[in-house]
């Protein structure tokens, strides 16, 4: 079955300081992988995802995430993190069979410091 | 100009009472979803419609009942609410061809007392 591991459930990080969210995802075929972010009492904006082709994408808001078949992940990076990027993190898998869904994560719950 | 659009944005309502989520898409797309976010913020899909045909459906109770009177549109209806039935309820949007990302509304906080 599909499935979607993120270890971190909450990170603290330093306004200014590198941001790296840890995601593994298990999945038979070849992966459909997002990253969404819900900030306070918003839905869910796509940050970012990787169909095929270069493993490292980019996304909106400075986000950039590479895929790693061989270890199985999609983490996310910033290079320098914002007090506006305090927000919870999902990282999906898309499962296509006939149809289409996004199997999630658990999160991950970013919170910056000044 | 919202792509996916939810109304009520709140529901609190009290137990054994039915009540309904509206969902609107203006991007055209032929494929609808229904997501649960519980306590634990842990999302998972409920439904899916695509041009208005139920083609997922998540071993989620009879008492929910998703209706599609055309593919911009999807609802979800609830009857007899429990407490349990507490979350966010997010509805979701798709293109059908293959795999592309989902555009999500802003959620519906659902409060059973």
């Known amino acids: 079955a599909q499935s979607v591991t993120q270890p971190d459930i909450h990170i603290t990080v330093s306004e200014g300081a590198s941001l790296e969210l840890r995601c593994n995802y298990s999945?038979?075929?070849?992966?459909?992988l997002f990253w969404y972010v819900q900030s306070p009492g918003q839905g869910l904006q796509l940050l970012l995802k990787?169909?095929?082709?270069?493993?490292l994408v980019q996304g909106i808001k400075g986000f950039e995430a590479e895929f790693k078949r061989s270890q199985s992940s999609f983490n996310l990076r910033k290079p320098s993190v914002h007090w506006s990027d305090a927000a919870e993190y999902f990282c999906?898998?898309?499962?296509?069979?006939?149809?289409?869904?996004?199997?999630f994560g658990t999160g991950t719950r970013l919170l910056v410091s000044p | 100009d919202t792509a996916v659009s939810q109304t009520p944005k709140y529901l609190v309502t009290q137990m054994g009472n039915d009540k309904s989520i509206k969902c609107e898409q203006n991007?055209?797309?032929?494929?609808m979803y229904w997501y649960k976010q519980d306590s634990k913020k842990f999302l998972k899909i409920m439904f899916s419609y695509n041009n208005k045909e139920l083609i997922i459906n998540e071993t989620v109770p009879n008492r929910f009942s998703p209706k599609s009177p055309d593919k911009a549109h999807l609802n979800l209806h609830i009857n007899s609410l429990e407490l349990g039935d507490s979350a966010v309820y997010f509805c979701?949007?798709?293109?059908?061809?293959?795999?592309?990302?989902?555009?999500f509304g802003q959620g519906t906080r659902l409060t059973v007392v």
């Open positions: 991007l055209g797309h032929d494929t």
């Open positions: 979701a949007s798709s293109q059908t061809q293959g795999m592309t990302e989902a555009f």
């Open positions: 999906a898998v898309g499962v296509v069979s006939g149809f289409q869904k996004l199997v």
């Open positions: 990787y169909f095929s082709g270069d493993t």
């Open positions: 999945y038979g075929a070849t992966p459909y």
